[in-house]
């Protein structure tokens, strides 16, 4: 047994948990955010055979695009709007940051 776990963009998340869904991967979705941006993202937990695991990967793969993403800089200290010149900067998001783990055991009641 494996555990995937997908931190992936929010917009992508519907589509592609229908298509995971759809093809009979059970799915927990997960509300996130990343360290670096602090914005929301999606964390899947899918629990799945392990010759079932590539094909869950192509899956998230085909639905996950990557982005480019436009945030503001951070004021240095002391400085406010009025004093500091904003700054915008293109931060690239990938489609899908995915681990897989081993699970030692899986039980459901
Ligand atoms: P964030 O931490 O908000 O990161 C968003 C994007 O900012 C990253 O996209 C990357 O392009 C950039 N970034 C992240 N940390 C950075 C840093 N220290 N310096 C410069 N740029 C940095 P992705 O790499 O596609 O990551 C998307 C989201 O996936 C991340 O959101 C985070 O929530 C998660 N993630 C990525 N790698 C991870 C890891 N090794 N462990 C845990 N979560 C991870």
Do not use: W
Request: proline share 2%; aromatic share 8%; net charge neutral.
């Amino acid at each position: 047994m494996k555990l995937i776990i997908a931190i992936i963009q929010t917009q992508d998340s519907y589509e592609l948990i229908g298509a995971l869904t759809k093809v009979g991967y059970a799915v927990t979705k997960l509300s996130s955010s990343g360290g670096f941006l602090k914005t929301e993202n999606t964390t899947l937990l899918i629990g799945t055979h392990e010759e079932k695991v590539d094909k869950a990967v192509e899956i998230i793969r085909s639905v996950c695009a990557s982005r480019q993403k436009i945030v503001s800089d951070t004021l240095p200290f002391g400085y406010t709007e009025l004093n500091y010149p904003s700054r915008s900067v293109s931060v690239s998001l990938g489609g899908a940051t995915i681990f897989v783990l081993d699970i030692d055991r899986f039980e459901k009641y």
